[in-house]
Nanobody, 124 residues
Framework: VQLQASGGGSVQPGGSLRLSCAASGRTFSNYNMGWFRQAPGEEREFVAAISWSGGSTYYADSVKGRFTISRDNAKNTVYLQMNILKPEDTAVYYC??????????????????WGKGTQVTVSS
């Protein structure tokens, strides 16, 4: 499966952005999907995941209550709505896909397929 993230940009603290990730090449609804991020000088970290049906979601504590992951299987797209953005949310955001059974705590170690990232900068 090929993945392409978009929607990044620059925003002031407290603002919002919505990231999109378009998938192609395989049956999108067969995959659990996730968002990860990597700040300069930091390791990649898990942000959020959603099951293949959209029925289950899981979030890192750092974004819980502020970010929402969703998907539209008819459009082969997964989204990340980011609200109340903070400077510490600044990072390159990546979408990823995983074909195995839904097991969100495992996703802290990553997923199988990765797309190119999109930069999110939160600064006043």
């Amino acid at each position: 499966v090929q993945l392409q993230a978009s929607g990044g940009g620059s925003v002031q603290p407290g603002g919002s952005l919505r990231l999109s990730c378009a998938a192609s090449g395989r049956t999108f609804s067969n995959y659990n999907m996730g968002w990860f991020r990597q700040a300069p000088g930091e390791e990649r970290e898990f942000v959020a995941a959603i099951s293949w049906s959209g029925g289950s979601t899981y979030y890192a504590d750092s974004v819980k209550g502020r970010f929402t992951i969703s998907r539209d299987n008819a459009k082969n797209t997964v989204y990340l709505q980011m609200n109340i953005l903070k400077p510490e949310d600044t990072a390159v955001y990546y979408c990823a896909a995983d074909r195995s059974s839904w097991n969100p705590t495992r996703y802290y170690n990553g997923m199988n397929y990765w797309g190119k990232g999109t930069q999110v900068t939160v600064s006043s």
